[in-house]
């Protein structure tokens, strides 16, 4: 067994955070508490030393960058929120991140997110000599079309259009089971880590 | 004001910044690039909003001792102490990152992987090969699940190439789509945003 005061810590909270598999319990909520509140007061922290210090400490005390004074003001029209006469004061920071958000999707996000993977999908649909490819192509082709007809709703989809849209949605099923599977995989593989943490490291069992 | 003021500068901010970025000249760069500035600014306080109502759910529930109090109380005293401590003593701090590394992430580790056993009652529901949708979803998932562990290659060497394939191809071909149809639809409100005609944003207030 560890002496590390550390590893049984550890392990506690690990044993008392699996408990919840039995049922709803006091050490659970415990633990509950504990994470929310250390998780929240590190991203203060860490949101302190990265955003604001910088900005108020150094670039309006030190550097004397006025300019700065905008959008600490409009970042302190937020907490208007909590006043019920002026409530509606804090729609102005939300308007500046909506109108900036909006506009870095219209100029930033279209590349990559639609331009890039609609290039991917231009494939030659015949591979001289490569017979494997081909299919591949085609099968990567198919599915984009397909799937994209599935998600067409300004119509009715009758006929050729009903048929193809159905292929598509067979599409998904592939990708939401192989998704699915994946994600399975990656959460075993933690629950195989903290299993050997609590079997090597606290037990020292060399397992 | 209350209402077209937000508007108009949702408006002017996200047509400054889409002039700025589109002209590229030296005269407009260092606009896209103050804006962006400004806009890490102001995201950087939102934090502070989530602490504060954080504080006011469960400050209520210690006044008014409501079932299960105690939990809040100890969340108030433990999210307050580890600010103070991160503050005063700096992000270096050996009891700040002890705390960190020591408390949070195992917790963290185990709630995640408590997900494998929900999500195993969640797998017998979604896998019940009911109809032909079902049972693709089974096979994929099978398949893939099969082939990316050594049991996979111990039973055939084909499996692990077919889990391969079926993530490269099929299921890259339906991800694609779905990203394409994402960013179709990211547009479209970004342009309702802008034009002032997603105002959505504003009915909670």
Redesign the interface.
Same mark, same amino acid.
């Given at each position: 067994m560890s002496n590390d005061i550390?590893v049984w +810590?550890?392990a506690i909270?690990?044993l008392g955070?699996?408990s919840?598999?039995y049922k709803d319990n006091p050490v659970y /909520?415990?633990?509950? $508490?504990?994470? #929310?509140?250390?998780? *929240?007061?590190?991203?203060?922290?860490?949101?302190? =030393?990265?955003?604001?210090k910088p900005?108020i400490v150094n670039r309006l005390g030190e550097g004397k960058e006025l +300019?700065?004074v +905008?959008?600490?003001l409009?970042?302190?029209l937020?907490?208007f /929120? @909590?006043s019920r006469k002026f &409530?509606?004061l804090? /729609?102005?920071?939300? &308007?500046?991140?909506?109108?900036?958000?909006?506009? @870095?999707?219209?100029?930033?996000?279209?590349k990559p997110?639609?331009l890039t993977? *609609?290039r991917?999908?231009m494939l030659p649909l015949w591979v001289p000599g490569d017979f494997g490819a081909t299919i591949?192509n085609w099968?990567?082709?198919?599915?984009? *079309?397909? #799937?994209?007809t599935y998600?067409f709703f300004t119509v009715k989809k009758t006929g050729p259009v009903h048929g193809f849209s159905r292929i598509?949605? +067979?599409?998904?099923?592939?990708?939401?089971?192989?998704?699915? $599977?994946?994600? #399975?995989?990656g /959460? #075993?593989s933690?629950?195989l880590?903290?299993f050997q =943490?609590l079997l090597n490291d606290w037990l020292g069992l060399g397992i | 004001m209350k209402r077209e003021g937000p508007i108009a500068l949702l408006m002017i901010s996200g047509v400054l910044y889409i002039v700025s970025v589109m002209l590229a000249s030296p005269v407009m760069e260092p606009v896209a690039a103050t804006l962006d500035d400004w806009y890490k600014i102001v995201v950087g306080f939102i934090n502070l909003v989530g602490i504060i109502s954080l504080t006011q759910v469960n400050g209520r529930a210690v006044l008014r001792k409501s079932s299960g109090w105690f939990y809040n109380a100890l969340l108030i005293v433990v999210l307050y102490g580890y600010i103070i401590l991160g503050l005063v003593g700096g992000v270096g701090n050996v009891a700040f990152t002890r705390i960190y590394d020591n408390i949070l992430t195992p917790i963290l580790m185990t709630i995640f992987s408590t997900l494998t056993f929900w999500i195993g009652s969640a797998a017998y529901r979604a896998f019940r090969a009911k109809n032909l949708d079902a049972a693709i979803l089974l096979v994929a998932g099978i398949v893939v699940m099969i082939g990316r562990v050594t049991l996979g290659s111990a039973i055939s060497p084909a499996i692990p190439k077919a889990a391969e394939w079926i993530l490269n191809f099929p299921t890259v071909a339906g991800m694609r789509a779905i990203e394409m149809g994402a960013a179709i639809g990211g547009i479209v409100l970004a342009l309702r945003m802008i034009t002032g005609l997603e105002r959505s944003f504003m009915s909670n207030d």
């Open positions: 550390w +810590i550890g909270l690990t955070t699996y919840v598999l /909520r415990v633990l509950e $508490a504990l994470f #929310v509140a250390i998780l *929240a007061g590190h991203s203060v922290v860490i949101n302190w =030393f990265n955003f604001q900005t +300019i700065v +905008i959008p600490l409009l970042a302190a937020m907490y /929120r @909590y &409530a509606w804090a /729609r102005y920071p939300m &308007a500046f991140l909506m109108g900036i958000g909006a506009a @870095y999707v219209l100029t930033k996000n279209l997110m639609f993977q *609609a991917a999908t591949n099968v990567v082709v198919l599915g984009v *079309a397909s #799937v994209l998600f598509g949605r +067979i599409y998904l099923m592939i990708a939401f089971g192989a998704l699915f $599977a994946d994600t #399975v995989l /959460r #075993v933690v629950t880590v903290r =943490f | -």
